[in-house]
């Protein structure tokens, strides 16, 4: 099984080069691949550079930062036309620790779509966030769970292994999301056409160096997409079909 790591940067000069090694001690023999937004820092010169030293490991140079998830979509697009069979995802902030990533593609191996790393399963934290990013996140994925239906306990988490064959078929290209209501979104699709996901403990470390890209544009975003995908899939869509064949429909026919 050929497997490529994504992971997307901005800004994070300071903590490419010890992800990419990190990650490339984790799984030797898969490929990664680093979707930067022109950095104005020099990521992805750096990632370059340590590409060149370690091997295996390509940088796409997007022009223009145009968020997370539009990152996302340009590196599963370039993954699936290469022939990979599966898929990581992971933020290259150090937050998720590469050591976990044999635990995903394993439960990937043993039959799930889709491996999420979770802050919310038993074993599970996040020790090193103040008591508002802990309160925004909680009610965030609770607010999803409870909007959607979503069976995962931690919906917004951008670390993740998918097996390639679960984003055809849920047609992630077409996903709209430009942050972290991405992984939200994919997570709604696999589940909507009952793929299998499961979570795998992981602890999230708050990131030591570089700035977060987090803003409340990217967490409006959220909750609005969140609210409008609820009420177009739990509202109008029961609405239309029970009122769509009616028996006072005169454009039935009379069978
Ligand atoms: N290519 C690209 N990468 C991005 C963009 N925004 C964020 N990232 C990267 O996505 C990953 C997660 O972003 P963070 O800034 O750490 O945001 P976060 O993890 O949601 O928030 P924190 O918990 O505060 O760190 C990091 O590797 C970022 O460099 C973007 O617009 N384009
Ligand atoms: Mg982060």
């Known amino acids: 099984m050929r497997t490529l790591v994504v992971t997307p940067t901005y800004q994070e000069a300071e903590n490419i080069a010890t992800f990419l ?81 044999p635990a995903l593609l394993k439960e990937v191996e043993d039959g799930a779509d889709v491996a999420v790393g979770s802050r919310y399963v038993p074993g599970g934290s996040v020790p090193h966030w103040p008591w508002y990013r802990r309160a925004l996140s909680r009610w965030g994925n609770r607010y999803a769970g409870f909007v959607l239906g979503l069976k995962l306990r931690d919906a917004t988490s951008g670390y993740r292994a998918y097996r390639a064959d679960i984003l055809r078929r849920i047609s992630f290209q077409t996903t709209r999301a430009k942050g972290y209501g991405f992984q939200i979104e994919t997570g709604y699709r696999v589940l909507t056409v009952r793929g299998t996901v499961t979570e795998v403990p992981i602890e999230f470390t708050d990131r030591v160096r570089g700035y977060s890209k987090m803003t409340w544009g990217i967490f409006a975003e959220e909750l609005l997409l969140v609210t409008w995908w609820g009420i177009r899939d739990r509202v109008l869509f029961r609405w239309r079909r029970a009122t769509r064949f009616q028996p006072s429909d005169a454009s039935l026919p009379s069978t």
């Open 21 to 101: 090694e990190r990650a490339r001690k984790a799984v030797p023999d898969a490929d990664i691949l680093v979707v930067d937004d022109s950095s104005p820092d020099g990521t992805g010169d750096i990632a370059e550079r340590v590409a060149k030293e370690l091997g295996q490991i390509d940088v796409l140079h997007r022009p223009a930062k145009t968020g997370l998830g539009e990152a996302y979509r340009d590196g599963f697009a370039l993954g699936l036309e290469r022939g990979y069979d599966r898929i990581v995802q992971i933020d290259a902030d150090l937050s998720h620790d590469p050591a976990v990533i």
